[in-house]
């Protein structure tokens, strides 16, 4: 054997021997080291975590009322009745559209007609006596996000909502299923501390509701309160003649000659637009006037000649009929 190979093989012994070392010193500190997480020695928790405060309670009796549509007329239609009714005895309430309506006409879209529907929101606010506030989401494009979520949880903390107004969602249009979707989803996380922490939780969840419709599949449309609507109905269709561009317009479905230049003409118009949706109301009161019995005895439920409907929500807080009243404080004693 020459001297080169006598080298290369001392030098392969002793690579050997070094890992046989690093072995067996890894084994032995492995074996005084015991387990990694022995059952008798847990792992010491994470310390705790400081939670939040809570929204604080309104201070001036009122009662807070805060409803979601998905598009700039939705709450309007649905619920302006009694947003008038609580705010002319000093309540709460708020109106917010989901989406800014920016493709919602035959003729406009984009940023001008989304202007122009928030115009037309603000000045129903006016007439009704509340506030109003329009997200901005492409119509047609909400969709029931974590982010969404959070969103609508904020809303319904920083208003410190008794009331949360909704769509169901069963309907025909896909922003609709998605806003009751959306308030659905927040109508138990709004009372969780930990999410959202940046906006106070509510200590109690609030009362959650439906507006009316007239879907029957899964399930149709079941009316827990109804409401008479007959002393600000002039109101409700002031704001509908206010939302120009959905009804004298015709919205999605006008075209140019539904609603020209000619002053005759237009008023023709918003008084067709009137009619019709009045008769809208007309047959809410028609339609539950059992209800409006319970609510009003049946002398003064045979007068009411408008009105809207709400169903109560399963997620929510659940009203005794002393609550319902309470909250609704409408309808007369019992």
Request: hydrophobic content about 35%; charged content about 25%.
């Amino acid at each position: 054997m020459n001297h080169g190979s006598a080298k290369r093989r001392r030098f392969f012994v002793s690579l050997l021997l070094i890992g046989a070392l690093f072995f067996l010193t890894g084994a032995v500190g492995s074996a005084n080291k015991g387990p990694s997480n022995p059952s008798k020695e847990p792992r010491s928790a994470s310390p705790a975590l400081s939670k939040p405060a809570p929204a604080p309670d309104p201070t001036d009796g009122k009662l807070r009322v805060i409803c979601f549509g998905a598009h700039p007329d939705d709450d309007e239609l649905s619920a302006g009745g009694v947003a008038a009714l609580w705010a002319t005895r000093g309540h709460h309430v708020k109106f917010v559209s989901c989406t800014n309506g920016d493709i919602g006409h035959w003729g406009m879209a984009g940023g001008p007609l989304a202007q122009r529907r928030a115009a037309e929101v603000k000045r129903c606010a006016e007439i009704f006596g509340i506030e109003a506030e329009v997200l901005d989401i492409h119509d047609g494009e909400l969709l029931p996000t974590l982010e969404n979520r959070k969103t609508i949880v904020r809303l319904i903390r920083q208003w410190r909502a008794d009331i949360v107004m909704c769509h169901r969602s069963n309907d025909y249009h896909p922003d609709h299923r998605n806003v009751g979707l959306l308030v659905q989803d927040a109508g138990y996380m709004v009372s969780v501390p930990f999410f959202c922490p940046d906006t106070p939780y509510l200590k109690r969840n609030p009362v959650f509701l439906y507006y009316q419709d007239g879907f029957q599949k899964p399930n149709p449309f079941s009316p827990d309160i109804v409401v008479a609507i007959d002393e600000v109905i002039e109101k409700k269709l002031a704001a509908v003649s206010a939302l120009e561009s959905q009804f004298a317009e015709g919205g999605c479905d006008g075209a140019p000659d539904l609603y020209p230049n000619d002053p005759e003409k237009r008023r023709t118009r918003q008084q067709e637009v009137r009619r019709s949706w009045e008769g809208s109301f007309v047959q809410t009161a028609n339609q539950y006037r059992k209800q409006l019995v319970e609510g009003y005895g049946q002398e003064q439920a045979a007068k009411v000649r408008c009105a809207e409907a709400f169903e109560i929500c399963e997620y929510g807080r659940q009203p005794s009929k002393k609550e319902i009243r309470e909250l609704f404080p409408f309808f007369p004693a019992p």
